[in-house]
C-alpha cells in the first residue's frame, strides 16, 4: 500500500505472523531508482520476513530492469502490480490499466520472469469495469508465463474501493488454475478470512486496509483459523507499546522532520476507536519534536478508554 507498507510497517506485519509483508510500489523508471524516496522502498537486510519488493509499470523492457534491479539489491520475490487503480498510475497505462490489455500483460510478465531467478508473483483486479471482467483470462496467462502465485481483489477498477468485494470471480479462478491463488479485498478480521477462505478456496487471504492500526490482525486470524476461536483483545497496555515501538521506528528510518509527519498518519488509524481521539489528533498533529510525540502518546495511553 503506498504510504503504509513502509519497513518499519511491514516489520510489525512479519512480527505478528504475517507470511508475506510487500514493499510500496516500486516504479519502473530508471531515473529515480537512485532518489531517497525509491532506496527507501528497496528490500532491506533488516527485513524480518520474506524481502518482497512489488514493482508497477508498463513497458515490459523497463520493468524487467526494474526486477533485475531489486533482485540484485536483496529481493528474495517480486510482485508485479497491475491492481492499483489510481488515476496517476493508470493514466501512465500501469496498475489496472494493464488489464484491458492482455497481450502487453503476457509480454511484461514473461520479461520479468525471465530477468530474474527469484519468484514472480501478480497482482490484479477482476478485470476493468464490471463488463470487462477477464481475471480467468489474465490468471491463465500468468501461470503460462511462469508466475508463481496470483493475488485477485475482489473489484473491479471501475469499482475503485467502493461497495463490496465480491469472491465469485476469485473463486472461479483457483478452479481455473493451479497455481496458489490469494483473496483479497475487505478481508476484515479473523471470521471474515474463514468465511472468504472456504468459499473461494483460495491458498490465502491478503489483508489490506484492515491492518492500518491494526498490525497484530494477521496474528489474530492465524489464531481463530488454528483454534476456532477468537483471540482476546489487546490490552490498552499492550497496544501502547506496540504503537511506541512503531512510531520510534518511523522516527529512526525517516529521520526526525519526516518521521513526524508519517507518524501522524499512523497514529490516527491506531486511535480512532477510542474515546477523545479527535481531540488528541487535533494535537498530536501540531507537535514538532519526536520526543513530544513520544511522550504525548505515552500521556494519552495513560487515560483513554474503549469506545462502548
Known sequence: MAGVSDLPFRSLCYQFGASLAFS???LANEQIWHT????????????????????????????????EFN????????????GCPAKK??????GSALLQSPELVEQIL????????IPVTLKIRTGWDKAHKNCIEIAQ????????????HGRTRECLFSGLAEYDSIKEVKKNITIPVIANGDVTGPEKAKEVLKYTKADAVMIGRAAQGKPWIFEDIGFYLENEKLKP????????????????SIHQFYGEKKGLLIARKHIFWYIQNYINSGHFRRLFSVINDAAEQIEA?????GTITVKS
Open 24 to 26: 510500496e510500489m516500486f
Open 36 to 67: 531517497e524516496q525509491s532506496l527507501q522502498k528497496m528490500a532491506s537486510k533488516n527485513e524480518h520476513g520474506i524481502r518482497a519488493v512489488q514493482i508497477v509499470g508498463s513497458d515490459p523492457d523497463e520493468m524487467a530492469k526494474t526486477a
Open 71 to 82: 533482485a540484485m539489491h536483496g529481493a528474495e520475490l517480486i510482485d508485479i502490480n497491475m
Open 89 to 94: 498510475v493508470n493514466k501512465k497505462l500501469a
Open 110 to 117: 514473461l520479461n520479468v520472469v525471465q530477468a530474474v531467478s
Open 141 to 152: 496467462i500468468a501461470q503460462k508465463c511462469g508466475i508463481k502465485a496470483i493475488t485477485i
Open 233 to 248: 483483545e489487546k490490552s490498552i497496555d499492550e497496544v501502547k507499546q506496540i504503537v511506541l515501538q512503531h512510531i520510534k
Open 297 to 301: 502518546l505515552e500521556a494519552f495511553f
